[in-house]
Structure formats: C-alpha cells, structure tokens
C-alpha cells in the first residue's frame, strides 16, 4: 500500500521512515507531487494542524496521508512558541534564527524556569474523510546553548534530565523511542495496519 508522508522537513521525513520501518507501505513524500500547495495552517492546536494538512493532502492525492503537527512549549514564556514554533522568528522557517530568538527570550532566566515539553500530533487521513490523531510529549528544559549535531528545530538547545544530553545528541534510535513525534507515529501504526488488512481482504 502506497502512503504519503506530508511534510516538507527532510529531517521530519527521516524521522517518520525510520519511525514506520517494518509496515509493509510504500512511503511516498510530497516531492512526488510538485503541483500541491501547501495549506494555510489556520487551527489553534496542534491536533487541528495535524488533522487539516492530512485531510487536504489525502484529498489532493487520493492517498492514505500521516501528516504531523508538533512544537515547543516553554513555561517561563506562557507556552510559546507553541504551534508557532517553525515559524517563531518570520518567514522563512529558519531553525538557527528560532533558537537565537528563543535563547534571547530566556535570557537571564534561571535554568529551574527554562521547563519545556515537545508537543506532537499525528493524523492519519484516508481520501474519503476519515482521520485519526494521535498525540505525543517529551518533558525537558531549555540550555543557553546549543549542544549536538542530530535531529533538527530546538533539539540543539532541548535537555533530557534522565538521559544528560539534549535531543540533538541523541543516536536516532534513542530519540525515536522517546520523542514526541515517535510515540504519536507509534501510535497511529495500528491505524496504518488496519489499513494495510482492509486493503488486501
């Protein structure tokens, strides 16, 4: 069975490849349709993005469509940058100038304040309208600098107490089992496997 994964972010579609290994799918990425633009992001929460991009783009393509909308919630700023995160410093998206302007926010702020959590919601849309959505968290905290060449977004800077590294420090296999982005995936595979079933009865 053919499934589109619909995002735009190489280091997101690493992710959910290697998060969705072993489903007998074949994953397609949005580059294989140049022609679709991308819909406006206009819900409050993450669950709403998530649920709107899989929607259009199943609809647009006629495919099974895992779409994800995930972000960084700090508690010494009220929960930004929230569903605004890839966009936090303007457009375009640009991951060095979110952190810079992240860091700037928290200046001087003491390291037991910096409490922050990866927010993910996973949709899976099928073309005739149905979704599911399936959400995942990480607790951690902001560092005053950016720490390790993995993952992508805020994970230079997002500190994992239990592990004594930030995300992006992390081998993928760790950071897949723990993420977000990989309990809300994980989540959603017995969706996908119902799926696969219903197609091939």
């Given at each position: ?42 819900e409050?929460?993450?669950a ?15 495919l ?9 919630e ?9 569903v ?61 600098a ?31 089992a723990?993420s977000?982005r990989g309990?809300a ?17």
């Amino acid at each position: 069975m053919r499934i589109l994964l619909a995002t735009t972010n190489a280091g997101k579609l690493r992710e959910f490849r290697q998060i969705l290994t072993g489903l007998a799918v074949e994953s397609v990425a949005l580059e294989a349709f140049p022609g679709i633009r991308e819909p406006e992001e206009t819900e409050s929460t993450f669950a709403g993005n998530a649920g709107l991009k899989a929607q259009y783009y199943a609809g647009k393509t006629g495919l099974p469509t895992v779409a994800d909308d995930s972000g960084l919630e700090v508690d010494a700023l009220g929960g930004a940058p929230g569903v605004l995160s890839a966009r936090y410093a303007g457009e375009p998206k640009d991951d060095a100038a979110n952190n810079a302007k992240l860091l700037a926010a928290l200046s001087g702020v003491e390291p037991e304040r910096r409490t922050a959590r990866f927010r993910c919601a996973a949709a899976l849309a099928t073309p005739d309208g149905c979704v599911r959505i399936e959400a995942g968290t990480i607790e951690g905290r902001i560092i005053d600098a950016p720490r390790g060449s993995n993952g992508f977004g805020y994970d230079p800077l997002f500190w994992v107490d239990d592990y004594g590294c930030t995300t992006a420090e992390m081998p993928p296999e760790l950071k897949n089992a723990l993420s977000h982005r990989g309990q809300a995936l994980r989540k959603l595979c017995p969706h996908i496997k119902a799926l696969i079933s219903a197609e091939g009865s």
